[in-house]
């Protein structure tokens, strides 16, 4: 599926020196390295506010946006955007994030050697790229990985089970069981740790993985020879059944969902691929739809947007080829992308519904 | 009539001094036509500018005694000179000179009618300090009688440290050195026969041409004068310890003063003050209620200023040209308000903004339009408006100006300093502009941040009202609108029409037989606030409207009884100025004319009128003041339409077209609950609405009607309930009355119910039931509707409901609900604009290649809307869960043919789509 249009551009300065530690860029015209002159501007910017007293958080023009993050006083990350889209800030802690779990807060605050320390981050890359061509789409919306949990039931009591028991084997909390296309089926609990990890894959049966953020021990081999046969190898048909979950039970004339778990940092979404008619949106646009929905909602109704409507429970807004509507909750938001001149009084039982379907009781 | 008058003949009762014989004939016809007609000289002649503009606003005699009771005897500092300059004016006298009886026919209507308007007690009320000794003054007199008691002339002691060894600065006039240079006071002996010209009777009067008086007309910075802040521009200096001084003598006693020492300075104070001064008067009025009027007459406001001191805002113009030359600290800043802590670290990072700007246009080709910044704990959006090289500069926190409504903000204050200065360039970079844009952005800061300290409304519920709406219809491009009865509008356009015809009296070419001074290009009408009649093409009218609003004029009108207001300005009409497009294409050409905006106001009444000097009247010359005859033609045209006043008000009583509800009718209150052992509130049913409609209690509140007492019980009602369980959510079940014993007993609490509402009209006759089919907006057997608003650009006009609508709705939930409406309008607007903005960048085809065009129309969003959940604020039993109640708030955009933008608030059980309503909206308006 081809990416929605737009430029984003990650740029990483040691905040001291103003020298650039990696710039990681995607879509957008094919253009060379932003000029050293530019991003020392952009910089100098910030570290002139700073030494005022003033942060400066972003900038934006018709075109496009911009974002400053001052992290510990040592790393300045700088986003330029030209994509529609929520806040970049989310992005940039985002990235900032990705590269503590690889390389570790001790490394980053404070640079000790700007030399080094842009050779290790190459590791990151991985990662932060990950976070700008979001696989899912959401990735680099701070949004959280996307994922299909399991319906409640036998299997996903035993699967959840068997992972944490699985990953304490391992000497860590942190684990994730990944079914079809990389979505989270089953997690632990949810953090962010401070101290570098090491990032885990596994491919237990084909299209079901399992992730993990341990120590440097066990070492792989026990892992891999003892560890999983030893766990997973017992429950291999659910896991089967993680590859290809069934799809979920949605009312009629839903295009595409959204389904962000605000608390568990979770995004859960689909799009429907029938329903093609005159008039209505072709499923291949749907996702770019609902990506435009969330950008023109979160800000106006999320706390973290800013602005909001306190007492707000649903909202919609119409276009001329589709109707999109959100249900606001305190712990969750639920986009819902319906044909156009969807009627305003079904939109609310609407959702309810899909709400009902996603998360089985 | 010419020559020489006898005092007599100027009415011996008022002047009690000789005159003295005036030297040139020019000086004695100015002189003459004013005093031909001394009982109607105007009393803003004297705030007339130098440069023609006229800002004069004197309050109704009622509001200004509320205004002198609870003055307060301290002397505030001394920038009292902020908003009008106190320089001598130039009148064109040669408008005047033919014009000997242009004033008798306004005379003779105004006393018929009673209605002269009079000279107001300010002139003469007491200033605090000082005593009342020496010579009556002519002005001061007649006030005095206004007042009931014999003012006399006011003099003032004021006590400044002098030191002869050091002086201030070595003034160029040689006459008053000392009195500049030890002192500090700047009188310049030309200004004063400047003025002896026009102020002739005056000044002329009193002291020979020799001995002029010494007139203080500037105070050196940093002198004892500028320090002690009681002296005051416009004050006279008369006696120095106790010697008489005047210009002849006033450098002899200066220079006998030994060394250091302090000297006692009388000062007569008022008798020649222009305006401006006397209205400085009123600072020691600290009323709260009269903020608006404080800051309108240019007054300091020092207690609103240091409520929003700790507020990061600023306004800056910044030049991105530097003249490497000089490099002068601060040389970029071309202009900056205000001067405060918080504002200075805005200030401070001005290069900031200089740099974003400079960079981000060259990487993306694109202006920058904001930037976010965290200081003092606050996120702080700054808005930029770039033009040519210079750049304009609003920062304000997000939470008290969200970002969209910030950059609606600057472009209506770049509109409207376009308007009243012709360009940013003129408004910022003249000297002389500075203390004026400081009142602009004193006002505008004001208004921003804290909009409900401006608005002095009687009732807290307008109170409310206006506050929640403030931030959302100061920045929407229409004008409030009141729909009015056919016949009424019938009048008003008359009146207007007659006005703009221009061909009567002085008024027509014929009767002076020379080509006119002005030609009305149109007028528009408000009454307390509300646009009721236009004659102004739809740009014109919203550049006024932009203008009355900044002054806060409207809500001025609509709140205080105005004795007379009285604007002149020369305008610049992007309009007019700059023709359009298609405008050239037709081959006509805007003619190379001048305008001129001429406001007058009367109690509720407010008349503005364009004018346009040059095209087919004559051409202006210099800065012409303000015109008499059209003056008073404007002000004749408001009396005449004096009648209309009693309809309007009429209209604004009556019931809402089209008809609302009160939110808290569709929940049963709290107290009920406790009151009534009977029934439940939730679960008593719609059965009860006929028999409590028979409470003449509840009609009453809202209808003031008595004829609706009698009524019979609704057939219609018992029809329409079933219709509307089985129809509406399970929420619609909750939604009844209170109980009707409740609301007769409970007199305080009554509320009326929305199904009385429904019912009473219903029942009235079947004429009336029609009516109310037809003017209901929403369908189903109940009216659902709660609030609403729209916006008509073609016309530049918006309607929503009246004050006195909301007021007579009352409720408790109701204003939550309003004030949640008005919020939510700010961002379903917000989200309009950006559709716009994408439309428009679609169409000129210069869309950025980032953007597919497939994309593009993903963010069209035609109709937005929101659902909320509400339950009352109170709820005190434990046991149930409180009841709720669920409502939309919808805005809907319509693009063709003209963008409309219709915004409406209504209970969940409505049905029918919101386009419905808003074409239904713009019927009504439309008729």
């Known amino acids: 599926m081809p990416e929605e249009g737009g430029a984003l551009c990650l740029l990483c300065l040691a905040a001291g020196s103003g020298l650039p530690l990696f710039c990681r860029t995607r879509g957008g015209p094919p253009r060379p390295q932003l000029p050293f002159s530019l991003i020392g501007s952009l910089h100098a910017v910030h570290v002139f506010g700073a030494g005022a007293g003033v942060a400066l958080r972003g900038a934006a023009t018709p075109t496009t946006r911009l974002a400053w993050g001052g ?68 990735g680099g919306w701070g949004l959280g990985p996307p994922s299909r949990p399991l319906p409640p039931g036998p299997p996903r009591d035993l699967l959840q089970e068997r992972l944490e028991r699985f990953a304490g084997a391992a000497q860590t909390g942190l684990g994730c069981l990944l079914g079809g296309r990389g979505r989270v089926v089953l997690a632990t609990p949810h953090c962010s740790p401070t101290v570098p990890h090491r990032l885990l894959l596994l491919e237990l049966v084909p299209g079901v993985g399992v992730a993990l953020l341990c120590g440097p021990l066990p070492p792989l081999q026990l892992i891999c020879t003892q560890l999983v046969p030893r766990f997973w190898g017992p429950v291999l048909e659910q896991l089967r059944g993680c590859a290809h979950p069934p799809p979920e039970p949605l009312p009629p004339g839903v ?59 649903l909202c919609y807004a119409a276009l001329p080829t589709h109707t999109g509507c959100a249900l606001l909750r305190p712990d969750l938001l639920l986009l819902l992308l319906l044909p156009p001149r969807a009627p305003r009084p079904r939109l609310r039982p609407l959702a309810l519904r899909v709400l009902r379907a996603l998360r089985p009781p | 009539m010419k020559g020489p008058r006898a005092p007599a003949m100027f009415g011996a009762g008022r002047y009690s001094i000789p005159r003295p014989v005036t030297r040139n004939l020019e000086d004695l016809d100015s002189v003459q036509s004013v005093l031909l007609h001394s009982d109607l000289e105007p ?89 009342s000794t020496g010579p009556t003054s002519i002005l001061k007199h007649q006030s005095a009688q206004k007042m009931g008691v014999i003012v006399q002339q006011k003099y003032k002691d004021v006590y400044v440290y002098v030191n002869p060894r050091k002086l201030y600065s070595a003034g160029e006039d040689e006459q008053h050195r000392l009195l500049e240079a030890l002192v500090g006071i700047v009188h310049q002996s030309s200004w004063s026969s400047r003025r002896a010209e026009k102020q002739g009777r005056k000044d002329k009067v009193v002291r020979g041409i020799g001995e002029e008086k010494l007139v203080v007309h500037g105070l050196v910075p940093g002198s004892s004068a500028m320090k002690m802040g009681r002296i005051l521009i416009g004050d006279a200096l008369v006696a120095v310890n106790d010697v008489d001084v005047n210009s002849e003598n006033i450098e002899r006693v200066l220079s006998c003063i030994p060394g250091p020492m302090q000297v006692k300075l009388t000062f007569e104070t008022s008798i020649f003050e222009p305006e401006g001064t006397s209205q400085q008067r009123y600072k020691q009025a600290q009323s709260s209620m009269n903020n608006l009027v404080r800051l309108l007459w240019g007054e300091d406001g020092t207690d609103l200023q240091q409520a929003i001191q700790d507020v990061p805002h600023i306004v800056m113009f910044l030049t991105m040209k530097l003249d ?28 900031i903004f200089l740099t974003l700007s400079d960079i981000l246009e060259s990487v993306t080709g694109t202006q920058i339009i904001s930037s976010s910044l965290f200081l003092c704990g606050k996120l702080v959006q700054v808005v930029y408006w770039k033009e040519s090289d210079k750049l304009l500069v609003i920062g304000l926190p997000e939470e008290n100006v969200p970002l969209p409504q910030l950059r609606n903000m600057i472009e209506d204050v770049v509109r409207t300093l376009k308007f009243m200065y012709s360009s940013l360039d003129s408004a910022f970079c003249q000297v002389e502009n500075v203390s004026r844009l400081d009142h602009f952005f004193n006002l505008f800061f004001q208004r921003a941040l804290q909009p409900a300290k401006l608005k002095s409304n009687a009732s807290p519920s307008a109170q409310h009202y206006d506050t929640c709406s403030a931030l959302f219809l100061d920045n929407l491009p229409g004008l409030r609108w009141l729909t009015l009865p056919q016949e009424i509008k019938m009048e008003i356009d008359t009146a207007l029409s007659d006005l703009e015809a221009a061909d009567f009296a002085e008024l027509s070419e014929d009767y002076y037989d020379m080509r006119r001074l002005y030609m009305i290009m149109g007028s528009c009408l408000f009454y307390k606030g509300y646009l009721i009649g236009n004659h102004l093409p739809k740009e014109d009218l919203i550049d006024i409207g932009l203008y009355c609003r900044h002054y806060c004029l409207l809500p001025l009108a609509a709140e205080q009884k105005i004795g007379q207001l009285v604007i002149w300005r020369e305008v610049f009409p992007h309009h007019h100025i700059q023709p359009c497009e298609d405008s050239s294409f037709t081959g006509y050409r805007e003619p190379e004319a001048r305008y001129f905006l001429l406001i007058v106001g009367l109690r509720h009444f407010m008349l503005c009128v364009l004018l346009e000097a040059g095209g087919c009247a004559s051409k202006a010359i210099g800065n012409p003041g303000p015109d008499c005859i059209y003056v008073d033609q404007v002000k004749a045209t408001i009396l005449q339409l004096e009648g209309i006043d009693a309809s309007i008000e009429e209209r604004l009583d009556s019931p809402s077209i089209p008809p609302l509800s009160c939110a808290d009718w569709f929940l049963p209150a709290t107290r009920d609950k406790v009151e009534s052992s009977t029934t439940s509130p939730i679960l008593s049913k719609l059965q009860n609405t006929s028999k409590s409609v028979t409470t003449p209690a509840s009609k009453r509140s809202l209808f003031g009607d008595s004829s609706l007492m009698t009524r019979k019980p609704s057939p219609t009602r018992n029809s329409g309930g079933p219709d509307h369980g089985t129809e509406g959510p399970a929420e619609d079940e909750s939604s009844n009355p209170q109980s009707v014993v409740d609301q007769v007993t409970r007199k305080k609490h009554t509320l009326p119910n929305p199904f009385h509402l429904g019912n009473l009209k219903k029942n009235l006759s079947e004429k009336d039931t029609e009516l109310l089919n037809t003017i209901k907006l929403t369908s189903g057997p109940e ?46 607007r917000s989200i309009f604009q950006q559709s716009m903005r994408k439309e428009k960048k679609k169409k000129t085809g210069s869309g950025i290649s980032d953007f597919s065009e497939a994309d593009e129309d993903l963010d069209l969003v035609r109709e937005h809307g929101i659902l909320f959940e509400c339950s009352p604020d109170n709820w005190t039993d434990a046991k149930k869960p409180p009841p709720t109640m669920n409502y939309w708030v919808v805005g809907r955009l319509i693009l063709h043919p003209k963008p409309q933008e219709c915004y409406v608030c209504f209970h969940d059980s409505v049905t029918e789509a919101a386009v419905e309503l808003a074409f239904k909206l713009s019927f009504g308006l439309a008729t």
């Open chain 1, 71 to 138: 992290y510990g006083q040592s790393i300045t990350l700088i986003a330029l955007s030209s994509a529609p889209g929520p806040a970049l800030s989310r992005l940039l802690d985002s990235a900032f994030s990705a590269m503590v779990l690889v390389l570790g807060l001790d490394e980053l605050v404070p640079i000790r050697n700007v030399e080094r320390l842009k050779r290790e981050l190459r590791s990151c890359f991985g990662l932060i790229d990950a976070l700008l061509v979001p696989g899912g789409g959401w």
């Open chain 1, 255 to 313: 295009l595409a969902y959204l389904l962000i778990h605000r608390q568990h940092g979770r995004t859960q979404s689909g799009v429907v691929t029938g329903g093609a008619q005159d008039g209505v949106l072709p499923p291949q646009r749907r996702g770019a739809a609902l990506r435009h929905l969330y950008a023109l909602v979160a800000p106006q109704y999320c706390a973290e947007g800013g602005g909001g409507a306190p007492g707000a429970g």
């Open chain 2, 43 to 131: 009393e803003w002649l004297d705030g007339v500018q130098k440069n023609g503009e006229l800002f004069y606003l004197e309050l109704s005699e009622s509001e200004e005694e509320i205004l002198l009771q609870n003055s307060c005897p301290e002397m505030p500092a001394v920038n009292h000179v902020r908003f009008r300059e106190n320089e001598a004016e130039v009148i064109q006298e040669g408008s005047r000179k033919e014009r000997k009886y242009e004033l008798k026919k306004l005379t003779k209507i105004l006393k018929k009618k009673n209605l002269l308007p009079k000279h107001s007690g300010k002139k003469g009320s007491g200033s605090c300090n000082v005593h």
């Open chain 2, 324 to 351: 490497s030359e000089t490099s002068k600290d601060e040389q970029e800043i071309l202009y900056q308000y205000p001067i405060s802590e918080a504002s200075q670290k805005l200030k401070s990072v001005r290069g």
């Open chain 2, 783 to 828: 009216n659902t509707l709660f609030h609403y608003l729209f916006l008509e650009t073609m016309q530049g006009i918006f309607i929503t409901p009246t004050h006195k609508e909301v007021e007579q709705l009352g409720g408790s939930i109701h204003p939550q609900l309003i004030e949640n409406f008005y919020r939510c309008c700010l961002s379903i």
